[in-house]
């Protein structure tokens, strides 16, 4: 397997796999200023519209785990190809659905999709990239999949102007269809000789053999657990901020899709940081960086959560805590990919996997006894502590040059 250290990436290798990076916001930010009005609309109680997120969530974490050693099986661009069609299917069959029942087993589908354009995305720049290259990729990729948290929330509210949430489960059928004419464009990365043979054992072995892999595995827990607290602002945040019993100046809508949009934005300038610096600095002193700073922004939000009633007092720090997200993919996904070479598939859906896990068990567990602003903070700040917590391992845990 070749990897390379260019130093010029094709934009339209990085608009095309960036695109397909984003299936996880688009599959979730989109639909996050009209989860009220789903849960009002089907009659069921805001915990089970929240639910609609974990599923999806799980589904994400599941497809990855399944398509990622499938991938390193037959290669990469025909799993991606249906993986991607499927979900512009089930995006497209949630607008009909007639019932929560219905809609949580059509999001559960879609997630499962979904985590192939994750999964094989990640697995891509690992067959064409190394070191501190990839760091570079991943962070350019994330300027293009940043947008998608930009755009989701802004799009989503502006739609229900004019539509329910119906209208914005087709709009994302519609951008489904998108992304898999880009997944079109995309040419096979894993040649026939690199592709590893075996059923389910060599893949149970395979997965063990990642797992117990150090240099995968503190950096994959330590995005696993930061990106947890940005999950946790979108499950919650659009209750929260939005709640003018609980907070004074309780945003509307279109107020709470801008905000969370200019969250967006902080991901994509931090991204673009990473990629200037990365090579200068090396992608652990990048995460390093990121772990900090969300920890700060973490105890900053619980204590404005805990002496204002005031939505305004909690938005620069979460703005600092989402953008904070374009510090730890690309350097985190680096690190834990960097030695794994043809098992890129399976790491790639190790790490994802993590990921989609914690984000879809911690907010609902969380929000048992109701969503508030303290509560919303104090999840944050356990995920972000842990984060800090095992980031000293990832400090102590050499890891090494690529392998093919």
Do not use: H, K
Not at 35 to 46: F, K
Not at 301 to 306: G, N, P, R, T, V
Not at 368 to 376: D, S
């Amino acid at each position: 397997m070749n990897v390379t250290t260019p130093a010029r990436v094709p934009l339209g290798r990085v608009l095309a796999l960036g695109g397909l990076s984003s299936f996880g916001p688009l599959a979730l930010d989109l639909n996050l200023p009209a989860l009220p009005q789903l849960a009002e609309d089907l009659r069921v109680p805001v915990a089970y519209a929240q639910l609609s997120l974990s599923v999806c969530m799980i589904g994400l974490a599941l497809g990855q785990l399944l398509v990622g050693p499938l991938a390193d099986r037959v290669g990469r661009r025909r799993p991606l190809l249906i993986g991607v069609a499927l979900f512009a299917v089930t995006a497209g069959l949630c607008a009909l659905a007639p019932s929560i029942q219905v809609l949580l087993v059509l999001r559960l589908l879609g997630g499962l999709a979904g985590g192939a354009g994750l999964v094989i995305a990640r697995a891509m720049v690992r067959d064409l990239y190394g070191g501190a290259a990839a760091a570079r990729v991943f962070a350019l990729l994330m300027l293009v999949s940043g947008t998608a948290p930009i755009v989701g929330p802004v799009l989503g509210g502006q739609l229900l102007r004019v539509t329910d949430w119906r209208g914005v489960f087709a709009v994302l059928a519609l951008i489904g269809a998108v992304l898999f004419a880009a997944a079109l464009t995309q040419r096979e990365t894993l040649p026939a000789a690199d592709r590893r043979a075996g059923g389910l054992r060599a893949t149970a072995v395979a997965l063990g053999d990642v797992l117990v892999d150090r240099t995968f595995l503190m950096p994959a827990l330590v995005q696993g657990l930061g990106m947890c607290a940005m999950f946790t602002y979108i499950a919650m945040g659009s209750f929260v901020l939005q709640d003018g019993r609980a907070l004074d100046g309780a945003l509307n809508p279109q107020t709470y899709s801008a905000v969370f949009a200019l969250n967006g934005l902080g991901i994509v300038l931090a991204g673009r940081v990473s990629a200037a610096v990365v090579g200068r600095v090396g992608p652990r002193r990048l995460l390093g960086v990121g772990v900090v700073l969300a920890l700060v922004a973490a105890l900053t939000l619980l204590a404005e959560a805990l002496a204002s009633r005031s939505v305004w007092a909690l938005l620069v720090p979460l703005l600092v805590l989402v953008s904070c997200t374009g510090l730890f993919m690309p350097n985190a996904t680096a690190l834990a990919l960097a030695g794994q070479g043809g098992r890129a598939g399976t790491a790639s859906a190790l790490l994802g996997l993590l990921q989609f896990t914690f984000a879809a068990a911690v907010p609902p567990l969380a929000s048992l006894r109701g969503v508030t602003a303290t509560v919303m903070a104090v999840t944050i700040l356990a995920t972000a502590l842990a984060a800090a917590l095992v980031f000293l391992a990832v400090l102590r845990t050499r890891v090494p040059a690529p392998v093919d």
